[in-house]
């Protein structure tokens, strides 16, 4: 079974009732553990709704599914896969990722997000000058690099161009060779406090020395210009040829020409686009910013000035392109952009300001008793008193005892600090990580969302062991199924084929004619190219029949070349076969990825009787009469 397919499983376990019901009618069991109508009622309706019709199945083939799931996920419990340490580091990662929307402050993240919505609508242009600092840097060396900073930050107020003093003193590798420049960025491509420093400088300005993660900087701002928000293009690709360096530069000056004729754009980019992924969408790329693609490639995308403007050919170093511009996407309004906002800060370091808050609200409602000697002692650095209470209680959150020792283990590992800002940092970890880990009691909803994902996870890992490593690792047993099943294995018919594209009937014929006379594709370019008018356009190699490449109706059955095939009223295809390969069984080499698929279905299949057997079934027939009648319309 495919990774794919688990999770169209795992729809299975979505939204199950947590409270309490006043009565419960079992539906089936598996050995002596019920399970529920409501239970099965409420994922068989939720997966209805969101599977397409064609997909859909009855509610007894539903029954059998969410059965495989439950008898899968008796084994990976009785097995006591939800005791191995990969699991639980996992599950735990998994938890610290739901739980981060808790611990925002509504008030902070609005402003947070209004913040960053203003900032999205201008561009930065500005060099830098990174002096690094350790995460476990003393003191000393801190103040050196300090000092460090400082002096650089003073030789350019008085003159020195600050690319020379970046080369000079910046500790970011890349300043060696742009001298600090960093382009134009805006809100979330910088880490906050650099964002923050950036956007509070004035253009021509120095900022004054500030930390990040990596060390203390300084920020010079070259320029701030409107945002140019986001473009939708696609693109026609030529890459490079080892063996030949005009053909890319060549095919893509035809392709050029056969545009400015008014050939098709999609199709030109379908018949002949090397980005494979965007060819099939007649070369068309998401929606992208200036700062996320490219420089080369997103000057020209933004140049274009109106709808359906064209490139000319440019170089990246990728190959060769053509850019057509489709839409562009100005910056939202603040209520369009709002939500994403809102899930880019939760993701971002921002959200430590609205976790601040969130702390400050807790400790107001959480009864909090401190032993303040204990604590003074703390901050007086007694030693001798601290030793003398190691395991006495320094303060408890809502009864839960917190001591003297578990603070200093804290100390050991934040010696950056002072005793005081210590204790009081401590305190407020405390306070979260109390709220953190009674989370399940406090809220049904996270409680559900964590069963959930921890039955997952666990059937995921037991699907690894039992299935997919297996296929995997099991060369001979892969090899005695690929030796049983080697019908199951052919290729399909190809053809080793020319296809010319045109964009006249005229000159299609032509080429037709040129084509049954087996002159060289150079050849007929000459004979029917009108410099600098192109007519025709060649793809050429070994296709599967019924490629997206063929005309829709041709039929690959015969050695020679077809007529002139119609696409439209502008583009006319003719095909010349020199080969039809026929279906041929498949080496094991060229087979193997379909063979592991097949394998892994098959050991699925032989899994589910083998836990049928260990694991008692029975269904409620009552009960299943009873969801049938339920779910008639």
């Not at 063996?243 to 199709?267: H, M, P, R, V, W």
């Not at 490639?297 to 060769?320: E, Q, R, Y």
């Not at 839409?327 to 971002?348: C, G, R, T, V």
């Not at 406090?442 to 997919?468: C, H, I, S």
Request: proline letters at 3%; glycine letters at 4%; one cysteine or more.
């Amino acid at each position: 079974m495919s990774i794919k397919n688990l999770f169209i499983l795992l729809f299975f376990i979505s939204s199950i009732s947590i409270q309490a019901q006043q009565k419960k009618q079992v539906l089936f069991t598996v050995v002596d553990t019920p399970v529920y109508i409501d239970e099965f009622n409420k994922v068989f309706n939720k997966n209805r709704d969101i599977v397409a019709e064609e997909n859909k199945k009855t509610i007894e083939e539903y029954l059998e599914l969410y059965i495989n799931y439950k008898l899968k996920l008796k084994q990976a419990y009785d097995l006591k896969y939800d005791t191995v340490s990969s699991y639980k580091k996992e599950l735990n990662n998994y938890r610290e990722q739901l739980i981060q929307p808790y611990l925002t402050d509504s008030k902070i993240t609005e402003s947070l997000v209004k913040e960053a919505y203003n900032r999205m609508k201008t561009e930065i242009n500005a060099n830098h000058i990174l002096v690094s600092v350790p995460v476990k840097a003393s003191p000393k060396d801190t103040l050196k690099a300090y000092q460090k900073i400082i002096e650089a930050r003073m030789k350019v107020l008085n003159g020195t161009p600050f690319e020379d003093i970046a080369k000079q003193y910046s500790e970011d590798p890349s300043a060696q060779q742009n001298g600090g420049n960093l382009g134009y960025f805006s809100a979330f491509d910088m880490v906050y406090p650099f964002e923050n420093a950036a956007y509070h400088t004035k253009i021509n300005d120095v900022s004054m020395p500030f930390k990040t993660q990596f060390g203390y900087h300084i920020v010079k701002v070259n320029d701030k210009r409107d945002s140019k928000g986001e473009v939708e293009v696609a693109h026609i690709m030529i890459k490079e040829n080892v063996e030949d360096s005009l053909f890319a530069k060549t095919k893509i000056n035809e392709l050029y020409a056969k545009l400015d004729q008014g050939d098709s754009f999609a199709f030109l980019a379908k018949m002949h686009s090397d980005d494979k992924n965007t060819a099939v969408n007649g070369g068309s790329i998401p929606k992208f910013n200036a700062n996320r693609m490219i420089k080369s490639f997103a000057d020209v995308a933004f140049s274009l000035a109106s709808i359906n403007d064209i490139s000319k050919p440019f170089k990246t170093k990728f190959g060769w392109h053509i850019v057509k511009l489709i839409k562009k996407h100005p910056i939202k309004s603040f209520e369009a952009a709002q939500e994403e906002l809102i899930k880019k800060i939760e993701k971002n370091e921002r959200s430590k300001i609205a976790g601040k808050s969130i702390v400050k609200k807790l400790m107001k409602e959480y009864k909090i008793t401190k032993d303040s000697d204990l604590m003074q002692l703390f901050i007086n650095n007694d030693s001798l008193g601290l030793n003398q209470n190691l395991e006495n209680s320094l303060f408890n959150i809502n009864g839960d005892k917190t001591t003297i020792n578990d603070l200093l283990i804290y100390k050991s590992s934040n010696v950056n600090k002072d005793n005081k800002e210590l204790y009081n940092d401590f305190l407020e970890q405390k306070v979260l990580h109390y709220f953190k880990a009674n989370l399940e009691k406090t809220d049904p909803n996270f409680a559900f969302t964590m069963q959930e994902y921890r039955d997952g996870l666990l059937l995921f890992d037991l699907l690894q062991d039992k299935v997919w490593k297996k296929a995997e690792k099991d060369t001979v047993a892969l090899k005695e199924f690929f030796k049983n099943n080697t019908d199951d294995y052919y290729w399909k018919k190809r053809g080793d084929v020319i296809i010319a594209s045109c964009t006249q009937n005229d000159k299609a014929n032509l080429v037709k004619k040129y084509l049954d006379a087996d002159k060289s594709l150079e050849e007929i370019k000459k004979l029917v190219n009108e410099n600098p008018i192109i007519h025709v356009i060649f793809t050429q190699g070994i296709i599967e029949d019924h490629h997206k490449k063929f005309p829709e109706n041709f039929e690959l059955n015969k050695v020679g070349v077809s007529g002139v095939i119609q696409i439209d009223n502008s583009n006319f295809v003719i095909v010349k076969t020199i080969a039809i390969i026929p279906p041929e069984p498949m080496e094991f080499q060229k087979a193997k990825g379909l063979v592991i698929n097949d394998f892994q279905t098959y050991l699925e299949e032989q899994w589910i009787k083998e836990l049928r057997q260990q694991y008692p079934v029975r269904i409620n027939k009552k009960g299943l009469k009873k969801v049938i009648k339920l779910n008639q319309n």
